[in-house]
């Protein structure tokens, strides 16, 4: 017999436990990680009536793949743009939520004794919600239309981007042992720096290359292309000081952005699930049930402080965002559990030796248990804001009330606020790239250069040349790009009190162009020469070429704009109505926020009750209070629609209602038809003859108006009469004596009609 590698039979014996178990948590409706963590502990060292996993060095490996994958799968369904788009309330209630949370871990972890690194894990396990389980949660209790979902899921998406970089902050304390102020703020600049030029310079390149090798991508192809990507950029991040997690979230969000990412996420999908399954089961091979029994205090510590610290600064954080108080505790108690992202963070902790053992089963304790409770929490929200609000003092609510009221009516922005926000994007994208352009001088140009030329005077002066050439373009946006927008012309329409203001702008960022290009020359030439020569020359050189310069960079501008618009492109040529409605409703909503209401699109089921009936007989204003905004058809929008328009099946239907409407109004827009035919089988279902005489009351009758597709769930596919076959006759064809007609029904309906 050959020999086995000891990698092969433990890879069989984690997949086989962890088929097992995820099935059996499958059928019980429960997490599927939970099921994975169970199968870990099965096959672990810590459970000996089966076969125990052998090669840990090697399965170590793969579940750190499986990381690397897990944070691809997750920049893929992530974008910049999405984070962009999360409205203030979400950020908000984001931000309050995670230093708090992060704050009070950090401190329960000294009060327990542990040591420094031990409670700074411990915080960054505890800032990131589960998505898939507050996700499951929704849709079982129905309640993924309702307003707080909209925020919840909006600081889901905040929570994501911010452990990442917690994670990159914990592995340089780890690394460096160094806690100071500064050091973390060089660290977070540093981290921001580069996130920018990743981003920037993935935009601008990746697209490109892409869509020119569109036709020799298949599918085998694509997907070899999207994960040599995702490994080059881990290694490239760890390279600058960063972890390989960060590097993999990073050209997962770039590739979001591309009109492949449909593509690619369906095709890494099994790879990510096969490497995510083994990530989990290994965490669950770490589970010592002696530790756990031993720190059961920590584990209930860590457990209350995640029920109770998360809900209350979640809460928090939504009410001082302008958040009702009765949405405000919604979306707390939605929030309260741990997500998937602790295992990560612990893992990564355990990976450099900086944590202790025992914070992984403290982690999975405490996971479990808060798992298991949300449904029950965002169940409880609604009952539990009704019996607050009977205990707190009257003028309390009122006050809080009156707060999300005037706090939800600030919605237009200035025009300096947005010129500034333009003035400030110009400045900082084009400083990024200025700043990139330098580092790649200074550490690869100079010393090519170097190596290459003997004469100092041609090597700075080709040096210069070559680095402010291609730095050109972005140092004249940087200096002279204005902002596009209506705001700013208006602003500088008005002269008496605007024009010196944004003098005093475009002097600072001059100034700050000149320092640029001044501390450029001087890593080639002297500072004398470069204050008396290089810079005036520079400058006179960028004035005369100014309009070139300046068409240059638009180009280039417009190449970037292009690259990242094509996924939002594509999407309108493919679904242009669909996505004008949801922008479209994404514009009205702020506006809809003082009145405690949001419009939701609901699609009209094909068996509804309702379906053919005109709104003046559903009559859903009067009696459910919402209002139909817009009917979409197809590729056709109604918008306002009448009374007398029909609501037909697959019907887009889009309704602006509250909270408590909605829950009125949902099971009467779900209903389907209640007749005797609604749970009818394939036995059912019979072709069956009927003859038209006294008894069945259709002489002279009309197919359309005899009710037989109503009556007996049927259709009429043929009539014989006269000893002629008619197949599929006309609906306007009626009924004559005798004749013989078959109908495709329910069985015990039609024989029910003929005994009859």
Not at 230 to 252: D, K, N, R
Not at 294 to 305: A, D, F, R, S
Not at 368 to 393: E, N, R, W
Not at 687 to 692: F, G
């Amino acid at each position: 017999m050959g020999h086995l590698p000891d990698l092969i039979r433990d890879l069989a014996l984690i997949l086989v436990a962890g088929a097992i178990t995820t099935i059996i948590f499958r059928k019980i409706k429960q997490p599927l990680v939970l099921g994975y963590i169970i199968a870990g502990f099965l096959v672990g060292p810590h459970f000996e009536l089966i076969p125990t996993v052998v090669d840990n060095a090697n399965i170590k490996t793969l579940a750190d793949i499986g990381v690397i994958f897990l944070l691809f799968g997750l920049g893929l369904e992530f974008s910049f743009k999405k984070l962009l788009r999360v409205g203030g309330a979400a950020s908000i209630t984001a931000f309050v939520e995670i230093i708090f949370i992060t704050t009070t871990g950090y401190f329960a972890g000294q009060l327990m004794g542990w040591t420094t690194m031990d409670s700074l894990f411990l915080g960054g396990m505890l800032a990131s919600s589960s998505t898939t389980i507050i996700i499951r949660a929704f849709d079982e209790l129905g309640m993924k239309t309702k307003q707080f979902a909209r925020i919840v899921f909006g600081v889901l998406v905040v929570e994501d981007i911010v452990v990442i970089l917690l994670m990159v902050l914990l592995s340089t304390m780890a690394v460096s042992q160094q806690f100071e102020g500064s050091e973390m703020l060089f660290t977070v600049l540093k981290l921001l720096f580069f996130l920018a030029v990743w981003f920037i310079s993935g935009i601008f390149l990746l697209p490109t290359l892409l869509k020119k090798a569109r036709k020799l991508l298949d599918e085998e192809t694509l997907l070899i292309t999207a994960i040599g990507l995702c490994l080059g950029m881990v290694v490239l991040a760890t390279q600058v000081g960063f972890s390989a997690e960060l590097g993999a979230f990073i050209m997962g969000s770039i590739i979001a952005e591309t009109t492949s990412a449909e593509k690619v996420e369906h095709l890494i999908k099994p790879v990510k699930d096969l490497f995510g399954a083994v990530f989990f089961v290994s965490v669950g091979m770490m589970i010592d049930p002696r530790a756990i029994a031993e720190y059961g205090l920590p584990v209930l510590v860590v457990t209350l402080l995640t029920l109770v610290g998360k809900l209350f600064s979640t809460t928090l954080g939504a009410m001082l965002s302008g958040q009702p108080l009765k949405q405000s505790m919604q979306v707390g108690m939605s929030m309260a559990q741990i997500g998937e992202f602790a295992f990560i963070v612990a893992t990564l902790g355990l990976s450099l030796g900086v944590i202790s053992d025992f914070l992984f089963p403290v982690a999975v304790g405490a996971s479990a248990i808060t798992t298991f409770t949300t449904p029950y929490l965002i169940k409880l929200s609604g009952p539990f804001h009704d019996s607050l609000v009977k205990v707190l003092p009257e003028k309390w609510v009122n006050a809080l009330n009156a707060y999300s009221s005037n706090t939800q009516k600030i919605q237009a922005e200035s025009d300096w606020k947005i010129v500034l926000k333009s003035y400030a994007r110009i400045v900082a994208t084009n400083g990024v790239i200025i700043l990139a352009l330098m580092l790649l001088s200074f550490n690869f140009l100079i010393p090519f250069l170097a190596r290459n030329f003997q004469d100092d005077m041609l090597r700075n002066t080709l040096g210069l040349v070559i680095s402010l050439g291609i730095g050109a373009p972005f140092l004249w946006a940087l200096m002279a790009r204005r902002p596009d927008n209506i705001a700013y012309k208006e602003l500088w329409t008005n002269r008496k009190y605007n024009r010196g203001p944004l003098l005093i702008i475009e002097i600072l960022r001059n100034a700050l162009g000149i320092l640029l290009i001044g501390f450029w020359v001087n890593r080639f030439f002297s500072t004398l020469v470069a204050l008396l020569v290089a810079v005036p020359i520079i400058i006179l050189v960028m004035v005369i070429f100014s309009q070139r310069i300046q068409t240059l960079y638009r180009r280039l501008e417009g190449s970037f704009l292009s690259n990242l618009n094509a996924r939002e492109r594509a999407a309108l040529e493919n679904e242009s109505l669909a996505s004008e409605v949801l922008k479209r409703n994404s514009s009205l909503q702020p506006a809809l926020d003082p009145w405690d209401a949001h419009i939701v699109d609901l699609e009209v089921g094909q068996q509804a009750a309702y379906a053919g009936e005109t709104l003046r007989d559903l009559g859903w204003r009067e009696k459910y209070g919402i209002n139909v905004v817009y009917l979409k058809r197809g590729e056709k929008l109604i918008h306002a629609p009448g009374r007398d328009q029909k609501v037909l099946p697959f019907d887009h239907v889009g309704i602006i209602a509250t909270d408590d409407q909605l829950q009125t109004f949902m099971p009467v827009f779900n209903a389907t038809e209640s007749s005797a035919g609604a749970n009818i089988t394939t036995e059912d279902i019979a072709l069956q003859k009927i003859v038209i005489d006294e008894h069945t009351s259709l002489r002279g009758r009309t197919l359309r108006d005899s009710g037989i597709r109503e009556n007996l769930n049927g259709l009429v596919v043929g009539i014989e009469r006269d000893g002629n076959r008619i197949l599929n006759p006309d609906s306007n064809m009626k009924f004559e004596w005798d004749d013989i007609v078959w109908v495709v029904g329910d069985r015990k309906l039609i024989q029910h009609l003929r005994d009859r």
